[in-house]
């Protein structure tokens, strides 16, 4: 496995993980090209996980973004009028969260740079 988060395998093809899959494409053979507009899976990478142990597949793990709160925090299972099962913040139970990777959401939400700010003040 590639230990390097921004190096990551992926399941997608080469264009699509460089962001140029609505690029230009030389076609020479227009019925190839047409064949290969299409392609998701890097068989590659397809070909290693049919390989590794189940156990063996890193995993992610997802986490809570609270608008309430104001912080990542575990995730919570609440129920809507319905008795479906609903995500919901596992601190205070609010339903206003968005779901992500803990890294990812840190970025997206700013936390890092508004804990430094907060600290800064502190100080």
Do not use: W
Request: overall charge positive.
């Amino acid at each position: 496995m590639n230990d390097n988060p921004t190096k990551r395998d992926s399941f997608l093809a080469e264009a699509q993980r460089e962001g140029r899959a609505s690029g230009k494409m030389e076609i020479i053979n227009l019925d190839q090209a047409i064949a290969q507009a299409n392609t998701i899976l890097d068989e590659a990478v397809v070909a290693k996980f049919r390989k590794t142990e189940e156990e063996d597949i890193p995993t992610v793990k997802m986490m809570v973004y609270c608008h309430d709160c104001g912080s990542v925090v575990p995730a919570g299972i609440g129920k809507t009028l319905r008795g479906n099962p609903r995500t919901i913040c596992g601190s205070c139970k609010s339903k206003k969260v968005s779901l992500g990777t803990e890294d990812a959401l840190r970025r997206f939400y700013h936390l890092d740079k508004a804990l430094k700010r907060a600290e800064r003040g502190a100080a």
